[in-house]
């Protein structure tokens, strides 16, 4: 059964730092990764999906990278912004099924 | 293109109560998903549809839900004889390839 982690469970930088998420699974035969973020009471944002194939994907101050054989995946966040508070969180598919599944989450704080 | 959509936004009922939720996906996707998620976890896999078919169910999808996505166009989640336990943000998302995209959630409170 796969299992998605993410450490830490809480974060909190000050305005303009640089950061990063991590996120671990434990079964790498993923089909792909998925990072969203999820402001409070709110629906999800996708924000990078990186197919197994890949090893990065990059949207503006975003970059977010996959290794599939330690089961690991990064999501940097450069020259971070009080917007960007917010809880983010990765999700994995496997071959053979649509579905995601989730880590529970890293809640970003950045203070201006 | 108006992303997904959800309604209710908020439902509150009594115990043993039925409630219907409704999801209107993004129009040219063909698949449909639903998900839960409770304060403090990430979302919990339900079931998924293509077009009309309904693929996947969870074992979480307990003999008190069920969901249905007639003509592969908007889908409802209904559950039966509700129960505390219930109380949750009932997520759907839908995609044809690629990343899943989700609507704003309704969150159901069950008293």
């Known amino acids: 059964k796969q299992e998605v982690t993410q450490i830490p469970a809480a974060l909190s930088v000050p305005e303009g730092e640089n950061l990063v998420l991590n996120c671990s699974f434990t079964d790498s035969a993923i089909y792909n990764l998925q990072w969203f973020r999820q402001d409070p009471g709110k629906g999800l944002t996708s924000l990078l999906l990186?197919?197994?194939?890949?090893r990065e994907q990059t949207s503006g101050r975003l970059n977010a990278s996959l290794d599939k054989s330690s089961g690991r995946s990064t999501l940097y966040i450069a020259a971070s912004q009080p917007g960007d508070s917010a809880t983010y969180l990765c999700?994995?598919?496997?071959?053979?099924?649509?579905?995601?599944?989730f880590g529970k989450g890293t809640k970003l704080t950045v203070n201006p | 293109d108006t992303g997904v959509s959800q309604n209710p936004r908020h439902k509150i009922t009594k115990r043993g109560q039925n409630v219907t939720f409704r999801c209107d996906p993004i129009?040219?996707?063909?698949?449909l998903y639903w998900y839960r998620q409770t304060l403090g976890q990430g979302p919990e896999f339900l079931t998924y549809?293509?077009?009309?078919?309904?693929?996947?169910k969870s074992r979480l999808l307990s003999d008190r839900f069920s969901a249905e996505r007639p003509k592969g166009s908007f889908s409802t989640l209904e559950i039966q004889r509700t129960e505390q336990g219930d109380s949750a943000m009932y997520l759907c998302?839908?995609?044809?390839?690629?990343?899943?995209?989700f609507g704003p959630g309704t969150r159901l409170l069950v008293l």
């Open positions: 998302a839908s995609n044809s390839m690629g990343p899943q995209y």
């Open positions: 990186i197919q197994s194939s890949q």
């Open positions: 549809f293509q077009n009309e078919a309904q693929l996947e």
């Open positions: 999700a994995v598919t496997q071959g053979g099924s649509e579905k995601l599944v």
């Open positions: 129009s040219e996707h063909n698949r």
